[in-house]
């Protein structure tokens, strides 16, 4: 049955001329079906140089936008309307509009997971796997990081030659994962290596072996003679972790990493997109478009050594 809904996926995006783009999160076999699968930069900076007319995002709202605001020219279709994201939808444009004026020397960075309207008050993107390298590469000294408390925190001790003031906020999902969760998972499996994602506090950061972003993550598990880990990141990870390696062991370090947002899509609503019939069409204004657009592409000019 889930092989004749992919095959039928695969057939009709064909037809239409649609990229499937799938966030790193996204279920097993909507991951099966996609162009391009990675973690947020991976995924937008793929996002300019696909040749279709139409973009399926199967992830979240500001995936979706970033999408837009980069291809203004492509359809782009998120792969449930109702998939936003706990973080970019805590932080609106008013808040910073007034926020502003008490940091006037200070260049504002905003994580990719803010809306688009959001961003156009910014002046630096960065995702989580980008961000240490962007904010060494800002020629300013004084950076207000928003909205992600957590990440701003673990930027801040990479990049002590910067004065980062942080606002606070953060995804409640990562932020949840507890002192005590570290200490059962070590108990539990001693001398097992901890992989986080900086969207966890940062003395959760502290007890951890490696950090980085969904893809980071991944491929610090592939490329490790490690047999076993414990994932400090939404479940899906340690689950795809441990379908491509059988023979190893991918521990979750909280049952509670449950992203509800990156788990509305299932494959059905791919196929309903890929037919014309799911989804929801992003629609930008060119205002908001030009004015956004300016952070991502200086997130993707100053992510060089
Ligand atoms: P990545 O940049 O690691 O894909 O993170 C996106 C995200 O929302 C993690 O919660
Ligand atoms: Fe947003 Fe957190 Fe979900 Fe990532 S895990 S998409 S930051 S709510």
């Known amino acids: 049955m889930i092989r004749d809904i992919q095959q039928e996926i695969l057939r009709l995006k064909k037809e239409n001329d649609i990229c499937i783009l799938a966030h790193s999160y996204q279920a097993h076999e909507i991951l099966e079906v996609a162009d391009h699968t990675g973690d947020s930069y991976a995924l937008a900076v793929k996002a300019r140089s696909v040749p279709n007319k139409t973009v399926l995002m199967c ?18 279709v998120l792969s449930h309307p109702e998939a936003g994201c ?25 994580y990719v997971n803010t809306t688009a309207a959001l961003k156009t008050i910014c002046d630096v993107c960065v995702t989580s796997s980008s961000a240490v390298q962007i ?6 000294k004084n950076i207000l990081f928003i909205p992600d408390c957590n990440l701003g925190a673990y930027v801040a001790a990479q990049v002590p030659e910067k004065n980062i003031k942080l606002l606070s906020g953060g995804c409640p999902i990562h932020a949840a994962v507890s002192r005590e969760d570290v200490e ?11 992989l986080v994602h900086p969207e966890c506090r940062p003395e959760i950061v502290e007890l951890a072996d490696f950090v980085g972003s969904t893809s980071e993550i991944m491929d610090f598990a592939r490329s490790s003679e490690d047999t076993e880990f414990i994932i400090g990141t939404e ?71």
Not at 184 to 194: D, E, F, M, S
């Open 184 to 194: 059962n998972a070590k108990a539990l499996h001693p001398g097992v290596k901890i």
């Open 235 to 305: 479940l899906s990870i340690a689950e795809h972790l441990q379908y491509e390696f059988p023979d190893k062991c991918f521990h979750p370090l909280s049952v509670g990493l449950v992203c509800k947002n990156m788990r509305l899509t299932t494959l059905v609503d791919v196929y309903n997109c890929v037919r014309g019939m799911g989804g929801e069409e992003i629609e930008l204004d060119a205002d908001t478009i030009r004015d956004a657009k300016h952070c991502i592409d200086e997130m993707i000019r100053l992510n060089h050594e």
């Open 135 to 140: 904010v060494k590469n800002i020629e300013n």
């Open 86 to 110: 706990a973080m970019a939808d805590m932080m609106d444009k008013d808040i910073i509009e007034q926020v502003k004026p008490l940091y006037k020397d200070y260049t504002v960075v905003a």
């Open 59 to 76: 992830g979240v709202r500001f995936m979706a936008e970033t999408v837009k605001i980069l291809s203004p020219e492509k359809r782009v």
